[in-house]
């Protein structure tokens, strides 16, 4: 059997696989159905530092190969983790990372120290593609300043490995990569969501509450490839892939187009497990191929 593990800065994986934030709640609710200690890692859903509702319903929408949301961050806030959710998971043994949001550098600083008290939780991964409040809404992850101006205040107060989300929806997203490289992010993931619509003809309306959403799922899988390709080329800190990842296969392309690991997002919705069984493939395909270590593959296009 090939070895599987994968190192990001100072975080080692048992094996590339883990899950996407708001995919897989805090792990917990997925306990009976997969051997938790049998991912990489897994990323709970989006953090903030105070209680955020959410947006309105519907906020799901199926799409052809794929699905929108609008969700909306909802959560209990950083200290509800802290008290109620860290307990819970501190033993197990796997990588628990938090997700971090916020609407001001400064937000996320705040939560991302919260976080850094945690003994157990080894990383975080700022998701920077939330609305910049001060710049009428605009993401923060759609310019180098923005994107550079969270990655800076962060690392001022959070010591561990700092892995930064990044959004497709931007010109040359290797530019932001190269930003948030500069000012000290320790790994990039990508992509986030695509910002995409639905709507309702007989209604003629949106079908999402608020108009759009993030698309997610294997109609997002060949931008995601071509995008984590040319980042993975433009850094030298490791890549995270996700997007549209459904088995196995997928996995191994990414990793090909330069990831060191993975993350497995909406495949979840579909099959509870396809997280371990994209770990079991990757291992079958790494021995078919007569790779010793999933090391081999990292980067390895012939292109």
């Given at each position: 059997?090939?070895?599987?593990?994968?190192?990001?800065?100072?975080?080692?994986?048992?094996?590339?696989?883990?899950?996407?934030?708001?995919?897989?709640?805090?792990?917990?609710?997925?306990?009976?159905?997969?051997?938790?200690?049998?991912?990489g890692g897994i990323i709970v859903k989006g953090t903030t530092l105070h209680l955020r509702e959410g947006n309105d319903y519907p906020r799901m929408a199926?799409?052809?190969?794929?699905?929108?949301?609008?969700?909306?961050?909802?959560?209990?806030?950083?200290?509800?983790?802290?008290?109620?959710?860290?307990?819970?998971?501190?033993?197990?043994?796997?990588?628990?990372?938090?997700?971090?949001?916020?609407?001001?550098?400064?937000?996320?600083?705040?939560?991302?120290?919260?976080?850094?008290?945690?003994?157990?939780?080894?990383?975080?991964?700022?998701?920077?593609?939330?609305?910049?409040?001060?710049?009428?809404?605009?993401?923060?992850?759609?310019?180098?300043?923005?994107?550079?101006?969270?990655?800076?205040?962060?690392?001022?107060?959070?010591?561990?490995?700092?892995?930064?989300?990044?959004?497709?929806?931007?010109?040359?997203?290797?530019?932001?990569?190269?930003?948030?490289?500069?000012?000290?992010?320790?790994?990039?993931?990508?992509?986030?969501?695509?910002?995409?619509?639905?709507?309702?003809?007989?209604?003629?309306?949106?079908?999402?509450?608020?108009?759009?959403?993030?698309?997610?799922?294997?109609?997002?899988?060949?931008?995601a490839l071509r995008m984590v390709w040319q980042v993975a080329k433009a850094v030298k800190i490791p890549v995270v892939g996700l997007g549209g990842i459904?088995?196995?296969?997928?996995?191994?392309?990414?990793?090909?187009?330069?990831?060191?690991?993975?993350?497995?997002?909406?495949?979840?919705?579909?099959?509870?497990?396809?997280?371990?069984?994209?770990?079991?493939?990757?291992s079958d395909w790494l021995d078919a191929h007569g790779c010793k270590s999933v090391q081999e593959i990292i980067g390895a296009l012939d292109a």
């Open positions: 059997m090939a070895d599987l593990s994968v190192r990001i800065h100072d975080l080692q994986l048992r094996n590339p696989v883990m899950t996407a934030s708001g995919t897989f709640g805090y792990g917990l609710e997925f306990a009976d159905l997969v051997p938790l200690n049998g991912l199926e799409t052809a190969s794929g699905m929108l949301n609008c969700v909306g961050l909802q959560n209990k806030g950083v200290d509800y983790f802290c008290e109620h959710i860290y307990p819970e998971v501190k033993n197990i043994d796997t990588n628990f990372i938090v997700n971090v949001s916020g609407s001001s550098p400064e937000d996320y600083a705040a939560c991302a120290s919260r976080i850094n008290a945690l003994e157990k939780i080894p990383a975080i991964e700022l998701n920077i593609s939330c609305p910049n409040v001060k710049q009428g809404g605009m993401a923060f992850g759609v310019t180098c300043e923005g994107a550079a101006s969270v990655v800076r205040a962060v690392r001022k107060c959070y010591e561990k490995t700092m892995i930064v989300k990044l959004s497709p929806n931007v010109t040359n997203i290797a530019d932001i990569a190269k930003a948030v490289e500069d000012e000290g992010a320790d790994s990039v993931s990508l992509i986030n969501t695509l910002m995409g619509m639905a709507i309702d003809a007989e209604k003629r309306k949106p079908v999402l509450s608020i108009g759009t959403g993030g698309l997610s799922g294997p109609a997002v899988k060949p931008v459904m088995n196995a296969l997928d996995a191994v392309e990414f990793m090909l187009a330069g990831a060191t690991a993975i993350e497995v997002g909406t495949a979840n919705f579909i099959d509870p497990a396809v997280t371990i069984k994209i770990r079991d493939g990757i």
